[in-house]
C-alpha cells in the first residue's frame, strides 16, 4: 500500500515560498525549519496572539489581507482537522498557492470533507508529519521536530504527480522522510502507532489521580516515558479520536483484552508460585512487539548536546544566577530541564549545551563554586 516517493518534481521548480494557515506547535515548527533552509514563509491564524508569536519566533511573517499578486508554491493547513476542509477552500478560493497541503492527523475525513466542499484535489496533497509533542501552540514549536521522522502524503487519485512532488519537498526540508500511502490505510496505520497509544496513555494517567503524594513522590521516568503524550490536549484529541473511531476502537478492543486477562490472572494468582501464564503471554508479546519499532524513525538525529547536571539549592534568584554564570562564560544553554528532589530543598537542574562547550562551562560554574557533576 505504501510506495516511496519519487524525487522528480513533474517540472515545478523548488519550492521557495510557502503559507502555513495554522501557527500551533506544528504550523509554526513547519514554518521554522522551512525557514530555517531558506524558504520564504507568510503565516496566517485567526487568532492574533498566536500569529504575533509565530512571527515573533522568525517562523516568517504575517500574510497579507488582499490575494497576493503571485500565488506561493505551497499553502499547508496546520489548523485543527474539524477546520481543514473549510480552511483549505477558502486558501483555494483565494489562489494563495499552487499545491496545498494540511498536517492534520487524519487523512479519510479530511478527504472526505474537501471532496463535500469542491475543493480542488488536484492540488491538494494530504499529509502527516509524524512529529509532534504533548504541547500546543507556537511557543512549544521547534525546528527540528519532524527531523528524522515520517511524514505520510495520502493523494487522492486526482493529485498532480508535481503537487505531490512539491509538497514532499517541502516534507524533506523539515528533515522527514515522505512515505505515500492511501487514507484509509494511513489511518488504520496511525490508529496503532499513535491514536490508541495516545488513549492508552491517558487511561493509565488517569489512574494517577487516584495515588496520594507519597506514591507520586516514588515515580522514577518509566511512568512518564509511558504517560508523556497523556499531557496533550483533551480538544484537539477528542477530535482526532472522533475522525478515526473506527480503527482506533478496533486497537483499543485488543488492549483491553490483554489487560482484562492479566488482570483476571493476577486475581486468581495464588502466592508468588502461582501460574502466570497469561501475564507472561503478554509480556512475552509486548516486547517482541516494541522490538518491531523500527529504530531509525525513533532514532531522531537532533544534535547531540552534552548535559550537565547541576545541584542546586531550592531558593529564588538561584536559576537567574546560573544562566548569568554559564553566559559570562560564553557558553550558550540549548535546553534545561529542572529536577526537584521530594522532601529535600534541592533540586538538578540539568544543562543541554553543545559538546565543544562543555569543558568550559564545567571549568566556569566549578570555580564559581556550583556543585556541577558531569560525566553522570
Ligand atoms: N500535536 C501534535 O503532536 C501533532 C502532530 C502532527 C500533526 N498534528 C496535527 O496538526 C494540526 C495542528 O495541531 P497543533 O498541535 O499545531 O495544534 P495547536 O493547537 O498548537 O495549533 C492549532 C492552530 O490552528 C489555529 N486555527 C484554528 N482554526 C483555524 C482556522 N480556521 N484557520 C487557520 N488556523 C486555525 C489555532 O488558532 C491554532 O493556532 C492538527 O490537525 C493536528 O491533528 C498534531
Ligand atoms: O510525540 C508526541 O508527543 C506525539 O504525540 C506525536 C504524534 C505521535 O503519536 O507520534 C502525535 C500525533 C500526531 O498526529 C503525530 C505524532
Known amino acids: 500500500m505504501e510506495e516511496t516517493v519519487t524525487t522528480d518534481h513533474g517540472g515545478r521548480p523548488d519550492v521557495e515560498r510557502v503559507v502555513v494557515l495554522g501557527t500551533g506547535l506544528i504550523g509554526t515548527s513547519i514554518a521554522l525549519a522551512l525557514r530555517s533552509r531558506g524558504v520564504d514563509v507568510a503565516l496566517s491564524d485567526p487568532d492574533p496572539a498566536s500569529l504575533r508569536m509565530a512571527a515573533d519566533l522568525g517562523a516568517g511573517r504575517p500574510l497579507e489581507e488582499n490575494t497576493p499578486a503571485v500565488p506561493a508554491d505551497v499553502a499547508v493547513v496546520a489548523a485543527p482537522p474539524e477546520v481543514v476542509p473549510e480552511v483549505l477552500k477558502k486558501a483555494q478560493d483565494r489562489g494563495l498557492a499552487q499545491v496545498y497541503t494540511d498536517a492534520a492527523s487524519v487523512k479519510s475525513s479530511v478527504v472526505a470533507g474537501a471532496e463535500r466542499l469542491g475543493c480542488d484535489l488536484a492540488t491538494f496533497v494530504p499529509g502527516h508529519p509524524m512529529g509532534g509533542r504533548e504541547k500546543s501552540g507556537p511557543g512549544a514549536a521547534r525546528s ?28 524533506r526540508l523539515c528533515g522527514a522522510d515522505p512515505l505515500v500511502l492511501d487514507p484509509a490505510a494511513h489511518d488504520r496505520a496511525v490508529a496503532l502507532v499513535s491514536h490508541a497509544p495516545h488513549m492508552a496513555a491517558s487511561a493509565m494517567a488517569a489512574r494517577l489521580l487516584e495515588g496520594d503524594a507519597s ?158 557533576h558531569p560525566g553522570r
Do not use: Y
Not at 161 to 167: I, Q
Not at 327 to 337: F, Q, S
Open 144 to 171: 527540528d521536530l519532524f527531523l528524522g521522522r515520517s511524514w505520510a502524503l495520502c493523494p487522492t487519485g486526482k493529485a498532480d504527480a508535481g503537487a505531490v512532488a512539491a509538497v514532499s519537498q517541502v516534507s
Open 215 to 372: 506514591a507520586l513522590a516514588l515515580a522514577g521516568q518509566g511512568v512518564r516515558d509511558v504517560t508523556r503524550v497523556a499531557g496533550g490536549d483533551p480538544g484537539m484529541w477528542t477530535a482526532i479520536l472522533s475522525h478515526n473511531a473506527a480503527p482506533v476502537a478496533g486497537v483499543l478492543r485488543g488492549i483491553a483484552e490483554d489487560l482484562t486477562a492479566t488482570a483476571h490472572s493476577l486475581e486468581q494468582a495464588q502466592g508468588p508460585d502461582a501460574d502466570l501464564a497469561p501475564v507472561r503471554d503478554v509480556l512475552e508479546r509486548g516486547r517482541t512487539g516494541q522490538g518491531r519499532l523500527p529504530g531509525k524513525h525513533g532514532a531522531v538525529r537532533r544534535p547531540a548536546w552534552a548535559v550537565l547536571p547541576v545541584v542546586v539549592s531550592d531558593e529564588p534568584g538561584v536559576l537567574g544566577r546560573l544562566f548569568v554564570a554559564a553566559g559570562e562564560a560564553g557558553v550558550n544553554i540549548e535546553d534545561v530541564r529542572i529536577e526537584h528532589t521530594p522532601g529535600l530543598p534541592m533540586g538538578t537542574v540539568s544543562l543541554s549545551v553543545l559538546p565543544e562547550a562543555e569543558d568550559t562551562l564545567v571549568r566556569a560554574l566549578s570555580a564559581a563554586g556550583w556543585s556541577v
